[in-house]
């Protein structure tokens, strides 16, 4: 575990919220005022409430000090309950503001709104240095491009890999724009150094040992793509995985699920947005392009996905898509991209800045 997990009290730790102490149906007022005298020598402030057929005492704050099975063995007490929930570094009951993460001098989170822009795949410099170049010159804040491909079929491109990853260190040269580019593999991490930030794709997002390790290795942003099938609260799990391993920057990005749904490549609910803000202080991205898997889905995504309040979005965008080697029918042309963020800078003046 890393040391910022370390250093959390036990309440931050297991996020034990509160606990229910069910008071036996004979036990007499004396033994009722001991019970209280004993919490509260332990800190917690009890709420008695006392009905016809049952007294509840409810204690909230750091329970985490106190072992249940010895309440529970005490003559006055029929059963405690205590109410945790499983995340914890992520949740925004110990954390209530949202987290702005830098990513190499591009802020994302806490009202600070960012556009990862660029082609699924780097195919060679020239592609990705021209597309860096037109998504910068459309606003996109920081490039995307996968060297490292999970490729569903091992026959289809698999990506450049560490050659993928120069050619986007020269397209940041180029643009200065911070590059963000998928890590399959803890082996390759030491060819990451010149990326800003490390995504996590949706088919290692529980990839338990992957999360801890690159939670202990770097302090870089980490961008974790929800699973296919992953469960809201199973997201939040694994980001508490790169948290607890020592690792604080992590940006959530909704990429859509699979449903019964077969007309679009995956099904979003935008509603993650909010559900999500509820539940969690981390940023939140959506991905139009793998959510729908079609580029003429992508502008109105976008939007609608601003409107509803992410912290920025991540698109993917080819200079010629008919030809690109991995996910083209879904890539916006950089024109497509230029008109997409037009709206996206207008939704944004109107509803939030
Ligand atoms: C990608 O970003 O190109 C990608 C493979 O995404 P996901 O992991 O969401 O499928
Ligand atoms: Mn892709």
Do not use: W
């Not at 699924?120 to 410099?125: D, G, M, Q």
């Not at 990326?195 to 202990?216: S, Y």
């Not at 003429?296 to 991540?314: C, E, S």
């Amino acid at each position: 575990m890393g040391r910022e997990f370390e250093s959390l009290t036990a309440h931050q730790k297991y996020g034990i919220l509160a606990m229910i102490i069910l008071i036996k149906k004979d036990a007499d007022a004396s033994q009722v005022e001991n019970l209280k005298g004993l919490l509260r020598s332990k800190n917690i402030e009890p709420h008695v409430s006392q009905g016809s057929l049952q007294t509840v005492i409810g204690c909230v704050g750091d329970v985490a000090e106190i072992d249940p099975g010895l309440i529970e063995a005490l003559d006055v007490v029929e059963s405690v309950q205590r109410i945790q929930e499983p995340y914890k570094a992520a949740n925004r009951k110990f954390h209530p503001d949202d987290t702005t993460i830098d990513c190499s001098g591009v802020k994302i989170g806490g009202g600070a709104f960012s556009v990862i822009a660029g082609p699924c795949s780097v195919e060679s410099a020239e592609q990705i240095i021209e597309v860096a170049k037109a998504v910068k010159a459309a606003g996109a804040t920081m490039l995307r491009g996968g060297a490292f491909k999970p490729r569903t079929s091992p026959y289809s491109f698999q990506g450049l890999g560490k050659l993928g990853l120069e050619m986007l260190s020269e397209a940041k040269k180029e643009t200065l724009l911070p590059i963000v580019t998928e890590l399959m593999d803890f082996a390759d991490i030491e060819l990451f150094n010149d990326v800003d930030v490390i995504q996590i794709g949706a088919r290692n997002m529980q990839n338990f040992n992957l999360l801890k390790e690159v939670g202990a290795y770097t302090k870089k942003p980490i961008l974790l793509k929800r699973g296919m099938s992953a469960t809201i609260q199973e997201l939040l799990m694994s980001a508490e995985y790169i948290m607890a391993s020592g690792n604080p920057n992590v940006i959530l990005c909704e990429r859509g699920i699979r449903t019964f749904e077969t007309t679009t490549r995956n099904t979003l609910d935008l509603s993650v947005v909010p559900v999500l803000r509820r539940l969690t202080h981390l940023p939140i991205v959506i991905d139009p392009s793998h959510a729908t898997g079609y580029s003429y889905l992508v502008d109105p995504v976008a939007v609608a996905a601003t409107a509803i309040g992410a912290d920025g979005l991540i698109i993917e965008v080819h200079n010629d898509p008919p030809r690109a080697k991995c996910d083209g029918v879904q890539s916006q042309t950089p024109a497509m991209f230029a008109s997409t963020m037009e709206k996206i800078r207008k939704v944004r003046a109107t509803l939030f800045e």
